[in-house]
């Protein structure tokens, strides 16, 4: 694939991507339009034009929040449903001009601008918590009269879809022409967004008190979010005042950040010491791990991934295979790593949905802690393997994080039960006792019992007693009750009657119960109409004869500022050993199939400095199979 522009030619996918990259970071807000499309024999041109706004560092600039429209032009070639060769013509001179690397921008010259400009007005902003008044770290968006976002210098950007947003290290000032200025204000998923419009005149200064109100207050339950996965790319120019604001902004207890490797590139996050950072404190954990690796192309997850947390040393190699070079070995195995981490008293959790052709492996064998669901974040999420795993009688918590920097609200809460530690965080989160989202919080309990690994062992065919409780900040579509990795009851809105009418469909009966949801609404009057917290709490008995395990999962079809739609999934509740005979069959089956497949590439297309390690690599494959064919035949 090859990229040819009026500067500079680029060969291969990585350094396609390392260009697209940097592209996105510099414009995290793109917006294509296509004016001309053309499409003949294995040939497909486009005329389009590319608006967006300058949020990230480009070509050695830091962020200036200009907006920028530039014009292009862009032919593929086809052949077999894949782009081949890509050539593109964009005008960047004109994009550099309006960054302003280059002279020629838009730099007001006339002299009504030039006094336009020396009659900007000064907003200056102070956040708090509203109840103690405690000053807060937040992420703001400031909109001009112009309609364009407003960023101060130097400020580190929020990263990722969505809105544009900076941090805001408790306060902010940003100078904006007359007119009306609309401020958000948003921390983490448990505090409300706050949005307030003003109107400014010529040479001025407004000073604002920005009062932030929880809507939630899970850590007065012992609920401590934390995300589990995160690197900062090559790209990122001030790893160390991110790496302060990230937990305090997204308002995360825990964060863990990770080395990695892929060739030779220097991610910033590679510079932090393993283990315990010195920014950490004891509102705000920050650990140093690892992410062990292995691509068996250059961007497909080939073994897998996996996250070693809270270890004391590097556990050699990070990476392995084409991540590490095009002759580097397809070795050693995942759970080499695992046991490394293990010895060392860490913990390993598996990443990406349980991708990867040696997780069922590592499952199995009882070296995963927990699973990393929705993650990456770009990925909708994906239950399927967990399903499957939760099926063959693996008890798997659910853990999540959002990979390339916090770029989501993405968090795991875990009920500590008791003071909050990261040791005892980590503890609890290894029994189960875990619930994974993006604002919406749930309470699931069955026969009393909340989600852990411990086995709640059910006898005989029953019905059992379900209790689930939800908040959330926006609106939730629908709340489903999981059995054996299928739907057995769905609660959600009375499409006729408004949010505060809500039914229960049972699956295997139809029976529909009305539920009662209770609205708090928020006291803060710069928050919009309508913006309220949804409490509902339910009761019901299930037939669960001979089932597993049983969860809870939400959805809402609102996105918030990241521009993703609401979720959230608790862990299990194990009601039996495993599902029944045939359930646990075919989840078995799956795997044997894709063990099969992997057996096969480590057979005939996988890469070994020697015969030793080919047979080691297939004893471990081996024992898998093992395992699953059992599970196929009991």
């Keep these: 694939m090859r990229r040819i522009s009026s500067t500079t030619s680029w060969e291969g996918r990585t350094r396609f991507h390392a260009l697209w990259s940097a592209f996105q970071e510099g414009f995290p807000s793109l917006h294509f339009r296509i004016n001309d499309l053309i499409a003949e024999e294995d040939r497909v041109a486009a005329r389009l034009t590319i608006t967006g706004v300058h949020g990230g560092p480009f070509s050695g600039v830091r962020a200036t929040g200009r907006?920028?429209?530039?014009?292009?032009?862009?032919?593929?070639?086809?052949?077999?449903?894949?782009?081949?060769?890509?050539?593109?013509?964009l005008d960047e001179f004109r994009l550099l001009q309006q960054i302003g690397v280059l002279p020629g921008g838009p730099r007001r010259t006339s002299v009504r601008a030039r006094r336009e400009e020396r009659l900007m007005a000064t907003v200056r902003g102070t956040i708090v918590d509203?109840?103690?008044?405690?000053?807060?770290?937040?992420?703001?968006?400031?909109?001009?009269s112009t309609g364009n976002s407003v960023i101060p210098?130097?400020?580190?950007?929020?990263?990722?879809?969505?809105?544009?947003?900076?941090?805001?290290d408790r306060s902010f000032a940003v100078d904006?022409?007359?007119?009306?200025?609309?401020?958000?204000?948003?921390?983490?998923?448990?505090?409300?967004?706050?949005?307030?419009?003003?109107?400014?005149?010529?040479?001025e200064t407004n000073d604002l008190d920005l009062p932030l109100e929880r809507w939630a207050e899970p850590a007065a339950r012992g609920w401590y979010a934390g995300n589990t996965h995160v690197h900062y790319s090559e790209k990122e120019t001030a790893p160390e005042a991110r790496l302060r604001l990230d937990p305090r902004v997204e308002d995360l207890p825990v964060l863990i950040v990770s080395i990695l490797k892929r060739r030779d590139l220097p991610y910033a996050s590679n510079a932090f010491p393993i283990g315990r950072h010195p920014l950490s404190t004891h509102e705000h954990v920050i650990d140093v791990g690892e992410e062990s690796r292995h691509n068996d192309e250059p961007w497909r997850i080939g073994l897998g991934h996996i996250m070693l947390v809270n270890i004391r040393n590097l556990v050699e190699p990070v990476s392995r295979g084409i991540l590490v070079d095009d002759s580097s070995p397809d070795y050693p195995p995942l759970v080499d790593a695992c046991d490394a981490a293990r010895a060392q008293g860490g913990t390993v959790i598996w990443c990406h949905n349980a991708n990867g052709m040696e997780a069922p492996i590592a499952a199995?064998?009882?070296?995963?802690?927990?699973?990393?669901?929705?993650?990456?974040?770009?990925?909708?999420?994906?239950y399927e393997l967990w399903y499957a795993l939760l099926n063959c009688g693996i008890r798997l918590p659910a853990s999540t994080?959002?990979?390339?920097?916090?770029?989501?609200?993405?968090?795991?809460?875990?009920?500590?039960?008791?003071?909050?530690?990261?040791?005892?965080?980590?503890?609890?989160?290894?029994?189960?006792?875990?619930?994974?989202?993006?604002?919406?919080?749930?309470?699931?309990?069955?026969?009393?019992?909340?989600?852990?690994?411990?086995?709640?062992?059910?006898?005989?065919?029953?019905?059992?007693?379900?209790?689930?409780?939800?908040?959330?900040?926006?609106?939730?579509?629908?709340?489903?009750?999981?059995?054996?990795?299928?739907?057995?009851?769905?609660?959600?809105?009375e499409s006729d009657s408004g949010t505060n009418a809500w039914r229960i469909a049972h699956a295997n009966t139809g029976v529909n119960v009305k539920v009662s949801v209770s609205m708090a609404a928020s006291v803060d009057g710069g928050s919009p109409a309508g913006q309220l917290a949804e409490r509902g709490t339910f009761r019901?008995?299930?037939?669960?004869?001979?089932?597993?395990?049983?969860?809870?999962?939400?959805?809402?079809?609102?996105?918030?500022?990241?521009?993703?739609?609401?979720?959230?999934?608790?862990?299990?509740?194990?009601?039996?050993?495993?599902?029944?005979?045939?359930?646990?069959?075919?989840?078995?089956?799956?795997?044997?199939?894709?063990?099969?497949?992997?057996?096969e590439w480590l057979g005939h297309g996988a890469r070994f400095d020697n015969a030793a390690q080919r047979a080691r690599m297939l004893q471990v494959f081996a024992e898998g199979r093992d395992h699953f064919t059992r599970l196929a035949r009991s």
């Design 176 to 203: 904006v022409p007359r007119g009306q200025v609309d401020i958000v204000v948003e921390r983490g998923t448990e505090y409300r967004s706050l949005r307030r419009t003003l109107w400014v005149h010529g040479k």
């Design 364 to 382: 199995a064998l009882g070296r995963l802690h927990a699973l990393n669901l929705f993650d990456p974040y770009w990925m909708d999420p994906e």
């Design 153 to 168: 210098r130097e400020a580190v950007l929020k990263v990722g879809g969505g809105e544009p947003f900076f941090y805001a």
């Design 67 to 89: 907006p920028i429209e530039i014009d292009g032009f862009v032919c593929f070639r086809i052949r077999s449903g894949k782009i081949v060769e890509r050539w593109a013509v």
């Design 130 to 144: 509203r109840a103690s008044g405690r000053p807060l770290e937040a992420r703001v968006r400031v909109i001009s």
């Design 401 to 493: 994080g959002s990979d390339w920097f916090v770029c989501s609200a993405n968090r795991v809460y875990v009920d500590v039960g008791a003071s909050f530690s990261y040791e005892n965080w980590l503890a609890r989160l290894r029994e189960g006792r875990t619930t994974v989202t993006n604002g919406p919080l749930l309470r699931l309990s069955v026969e009393g019992a909340a989600p852990s690994n411990d086995l709640l062992g059910l006898r005989g065919d029953r019905r059992a007693s379900i209790a689930l409780e939800w908040e959330s900040a926006q609106p939730i579509d629908r709340i489903e009750i999981i059995r054996d990795g299928e739907v057995c009851a769905t609660i959600a809105p």
């Design 540 to 599: 019901t008995d299930l037939d669960v004869p001979e089932a597993g395990w049983i969860a809870a999962r939400a959805w809402g079809a609102r996105r918030d500022s990241y521009g993703h739609a609401i979720w959230a999934h608790t862990s299990p509740i194990y009601l039996r050993a495993r599902p029944p005979a045939a359930t646990v069959r075919a989840a078995a089956d799956l795997f044997l199939g894709r063990l099969s497949l992997a057996t």
